[in-house]
């Protein structure tokens, strides 16, 4: 291998591991400051205001009632490998 290919190979995996993280971070703090933003008078929340309809038997609405201090959401670990190969190739 030589060192121009062995340089692209290193930049497209920090590019990888860099988009992927973000990618994951971004949706986790997602919650965060959409429940930040429910909080703002009525004619601003409604830019924040998500229809947020699942199954009542899988419990996924108890995010909404952590406290806004901590970074709570849910993401898929997939998703890391998702984003970051969308990004890679782009």
Do not use: H
């Given at each position: 291998?030589?060192?121009?290919?062995?340089?692209?190979?290193?930049?497209?995996?920090?590019?990888?591991i860099l988009y992927g993280g973000v990618i994951c971070?971004?949706?986790?703090?997602?919650?965060?400051?959409?429940?930040?933003?429910?909080?703002?008078?009525?004619?601003?929340?409604?830019?924040?205001?998500?229809?947020?309809?699942?199954?009542?038997?899988?419990?996924?609405?108890?995010?909404?009632?952590?406290?806004?201090?901590?970074?709570?959401?849910?993401?898929?670990?997939?998703?890391?490998?998702?984003?970051?190969?969308?990004?890679?190739?782009?």
């Open positions: 291998m030589s060192i121009k290919q062995w340089k692209k190979l290193k930049r497209g995996a920090f590019r990888f971070f971004a949706e986790v703090a997602y919650y965060t400051v959409s429940k930040l933003g429910m909080l703002l008078p009525d004619w601003l929340s409604w830019f924040f205001d998500t229809g947020w309809r699942v199954d009542p038997s899988l419990g996924l609405n108890q995010i909404w009632k952590v406290p806004i201090i901590t970074l709570y959401g849910q993401v898929s670990l997939w998703m890391f490998f998702v984003s970051g190969f969308i990004f890679y190739l782009y």
